[in-house]
């Protein structure tokens, strides 16, 4: 099959990914293997090609919002059927037995698997996953819609669920960083009732897109927003984005952080953290997360804008992102 193979992490520019037949994925006992037909291109798989996380795996095929449908059965899964469409996420599996899976923390597992990263992912004609981390995806989204909802999605529900807002109607929201995640998080808590201030460096696609997607207010990366803000999230992966986002925060306020690498957090001035503010991680996913997700989604129905590129051109995608010259999300097709 064919497959995008990362030998050695390089600057994107240097296209480091090569188009390369691999062998065909046989599933594990409890595997499905899954005939890929597009997988969303993330940030993370940016970060994994450029070696901003440590190589876990050489070579290593990236990609980790998989939509395609089963081809085949691993001996134990009785769950899943031949030609049933399903998506594949960034948790790939986890222990089910270190103490934070035991509660319900499976996020947090001591001994995780992650699509993409320690084992093959997307970028790829097929892929294998285990049935149990694999999602049914809802029949009104289409393969390009559906893909960038198993990581941009998922994770940003999981940063709404951690800003502490527990009324969303007149909530003050603040997004830092207007990307695949973004786009889709306004839509979930404008469904909500929340009012959405964007702060991305982007004028004419990120700000634009965000105004139509029911923005309050749009403005630079660290412009002051008209109100104080209940709650925000970074999505960027810019550190130097924490301070001022704190002090546009309203008393008790929370900063969620949504990415899983981002760059140095300068000093922050205690008066900046005072009055009960909080600055909190996100790391991974639950698969309640995603199913939940899911069903939010499709009842919205959350639209997402998508960018497609054929798989051979996975390094021009990836270039892209990182110039933030994609409005909304990347998705690789295989079809």
């Known amino acids: 099959m064919r497959a995008m193979l990362l030998q050695t992490p390089a600057p994107i520019k240097t296209h480091p990914l090569r188009l390369e037949d691999v062998p065909l994925p046989e599933p594990a006992a409890d595997e499905v293997r899954i005939k890929v037909h597009a997988c969303g291109v993330c940030r993370t798989d940016l970060h994994v090609v450029e070696g901003d996380l440590d190589l876990k795996r050489s070579p290593i095929i990236p990609g980790h919002q998989v939509v395609g449908v089963v081809e085949a059965l691993g001996s134990s899964v009785t769950h899943r059927r031949i030609g049933e469409r399903v998506g594949v996420a960034w948790l790939h599996r986890t222990c089910g037995c270190c103490a934070f899976c035991e509660s319900h923390r499976e996020n947090l597992c001591d001994s995780p698997d992650f699509t993409g990263w320690t084992v093959n992912g997307g970028f790829a004609e097929q892929v294998v996953a285990p049935a149990n981390f694999t999602y049914p995806l809802p029949v009104g989204f289409s393969d390009l819609q559906a893909a960038p909802l198993l990581c941009a999605g998922i994770i940003g529900y999981r940063c709404l669920r951690k800003t502490g807002i527990e009324h969303w109607a ?86 969620v952080l949504g990415g899983i690498h981002m760059s140095p957090i300068p000093e922050l001035p205690y008066e900046l953290l005072y009055q009960e503010r909080v600055i909190r991680s996100v790391a991974n996913n639950t698969r309640e997360d995603g199913h939940a997700f899911m069903k939010e989604a499709a009842a919205i129905p959350v639209r997402t804008h998508v960018e497609t590129f054929p798989l051979e051109e996975a390094n021009v995608a990836l270039d892209h992102l990182q110039h933030d010259a994609i409005r909304g999300a990347a998705v690789l097709t295989l079809e």
């Not at 306004?186 to 959405?196: H, N």
């Not at 696609?205 to 029911?214: K, P, R, T, V, W």
């Not at 104080?228 to 999230?233: E, F, H, Q, R």
Request: charged share 15%; aromatic share 6%.
């Open 170 to 255: 007149g909530a003050r929201l603040g997004l830092y960083g207007f990307g695949a995640a973004g786009h889709v998080a306004i839509q979930i808590a404008r469904a909500r009732g929340a009012d959405v201030y964007v702060c991305t460096r982007d004028r004419d696609q990120h700000q634009a897109l965000a105004a139509e997607l029911g923005a309050t207010w749009t403005g630079g990366t660290v412009d002051k927003p008209p109100v104080p803000l209940d709650a925000s999230i970074i999505f960027a992966p810019a550190g130097e984005i924490v301070p001022p986002a704190l002090s546009h925060l309203d008393k008790g306020g929370t900063l």
